[in-house]
């Protein structure tokens, strides 16, 4: 097992079996601190061939190299990173991207996932995956017709992405949460358990260029459903849509930086992948534009007080 160390204890976390022990018993100083954060997610490529409204990424073509990409997550695992999020645009439109995973799987501590829209994987790609691949997220934005609209997708062609991401690894199902999928969420949280999936994301909508935040109605719709849901499908919230909801935080003193930081597909560093706030990686290596991060927010924290 791979071992943190924060301020809430000593983390224990087995990638293979995804199980995760915390000694929170032991409370050791500051100084030894794991740096790097739990969790980073990366955009591999900002290229993706659907179009829908909501989306976060950047629409300029940018991608990155996978020997940055190795290097970043060596330096991270040894800092105590438990886990990678592959993502984009749509990662498996990457061309190293069976390679990256692989690499990543055998060269570092890692947990390997990725979030796709599951219309690319065919057999012979989850075929090449297998081994590599420690969890997988698929992304189902309504069922049937609403899915089709907002995606503009066949939902037959979900439904065989989904099949097959079933044989790669454990997997989960996320849904963007707003007023066309907050009334859907009985037959996702259905569909969810019907195909296997081990968890339910709830991602409500953001603002983007294109999209408003989730509104308030939708927000009153979707705490009602959470409060009343009796599915046997495990629900998570993204930390943005995470306000007003009963959730359950183990690690309540691990905050920002030290929980979550998220490389886009141009190699900044930020704090989500909706920040605006970033700090450009290059050569200097992925922990140094952590230290500069974590110095911007402090200073301005400093200039707000």
Same mark, same amino acid.
């Given at each position: 097992?791979?071992?943190?160390?924060?301020?809430?204890?000593?983390?224990?976390?087995?990638?293979?079996?995804?199980?995760?022990?915390?000694?929170?018993?032991?409370?050791?100083?500051?100084?030894v601190w794991s740096t790097s954060p739990r969790q980073v997610s990366i955009a591999l490529t900002?290229?993706?061939?659907?179009?829908?409204?909501?989306?976060?990424?950047?629409?300029?073509?940018?991608?990155?190299?996978?020997?940055?990409?190795?290097?970043?997550?060596?330096?991270?695992?040894?800092?105590?990173?438990?886990?990678?999020?592959?993502?984009?645009?749509?990662?498996?439109?990457?061309?190293?991207?069976? %390679?990256?995973?692989?690499?990543?799987?055998?060269?570092? =501590? *890692? &947990? @390997?996932?990725?979030?796709?829209?599951?219309?690319?994987? #065919?057999?012979?790609?989850?075929?090449?995956l297998k081994g590599s691949i420690h969890f997988a997220r698929i992304s189902v934005d309504g069922?049937?017709?609403?899915?089709?609209?907002?995606?503009?997708?066949?939902?037959?062609?979900?439904?065989?992405?989904?099949?097959?991401?079933?044989?790669?690894?454990p997997f989960g199902i996320n849904v963007v949460v707003n007023e066309r999928t907050v009334i859907?969420?009985?037959?996702?949280?259905?569909?969810?358990?019907?195909?296997?999936?081990?968890?339910?994301?709830?991602?409500?909508?953001?603002?983007?260029?294109?999209?408003?935040?989730?509104?308030?109605?939708?927000?009153?719709?979707?705490? %009602?459903?959470?409060?009343?849901?009796?599915?046997?499908? =495990? *629900? &998570? @919230?993204?930390?943005?849509?995470?306000?007003?909801?009963? #959730?359950?935080?183990?690690?309540?003193?691990?905050?920002?930086?030290?929980?979550?930081?998220?490389?886009?597909?141009?190699?900044?560093?930020?704090?989500?992948?909706?920040?605006?706030?970033?700090?450009?990686?290059?050569?200097?290596?992925?922990?140094?534009?952590?230290?500069?991060?974590?110095?911007?927010?402090?200073?301005?924290?400093?200039?707000?007080?």
């Amino acid at each position: 097992m791979k071992l943190r160390i924060g301020p809430n204890g000593v983390h224990l976390f087995d990638r293979i079996s995804g199980l995760n022990v915390l000694l929170d018993e032991l409370r050791p100083k500051e100084a030894v601190w794991s740096t790097s954060p739990r969790q980073v997610s990366i955009a591999l490529t900002n290229v993706c061939d659907l179009h829908c409204k909501y989306c976060y990424a950047p629409k300029h073509k940018a991608s990155l190299r996978g020997d940055q990409v190795l290097a970043w997550l060596k330096e991270l695992d040894a800092e105590g990173c438990l886990g990678i999020g592959f993502g984009g645009g749509e990662p498996t439109l990457h061309p190293d991207f069976v %390679d990256i995973c692989k690499w990543v799987a055998d060269e570092t =501590r *890692l &947990a @390997v996932t990725f979030t796709t829209h599951g219309h690319r994987l #065919t057999p012979q790609l989850v075929k090449r995956l297998k081994g590599s691949i420690h969890f997988a997220r698929i992304s189902v934005d309504g069922v049937g017709r609403t899915y089709e609209q907002q995606r503009g997708k066949q939902f037959t062609s979900l439904l065989r992405g989904m099949e097959s991401i079933a044989t790669l690894s454990p997997f989960g199902i996320n849904v963007v949460v707003n007023e066309r999928t907050v009334i859907e969420l009985d037959a996702i949280s259905e569909l969810a358990q019907k195909v296997g999936a081990s968890e339910l994301l709830l991602l409500p909508q953001q603002e983007t260029t294109t999209v408003a935040n989730m509104d308030k109605v939708v927000g009153r719709a979707l705490k %009602d459903w959470v409060s009343n849901y009796c599915g046997k499908i =495990r *629900l &998570a @919230v993204s930390e943005a849509g995470a306000s007003g909801l009963p #959730t359950c935080d183990p690690f309540p003193d691990e905050r920002g930086l030290q929980a979550y930081a998220h490389i886009d597909a141009s190699g900044m560093l930020r704090t989500s992948s909706y920040s605006a706030i970033g700090e450009n990686i290059g050569g200097a290596g992925v922990l140094a534009a952590l230290n500069r991060l974590r110095n911007t927010f402090e200073i301005k924290r400093e200039t707000q007080s």
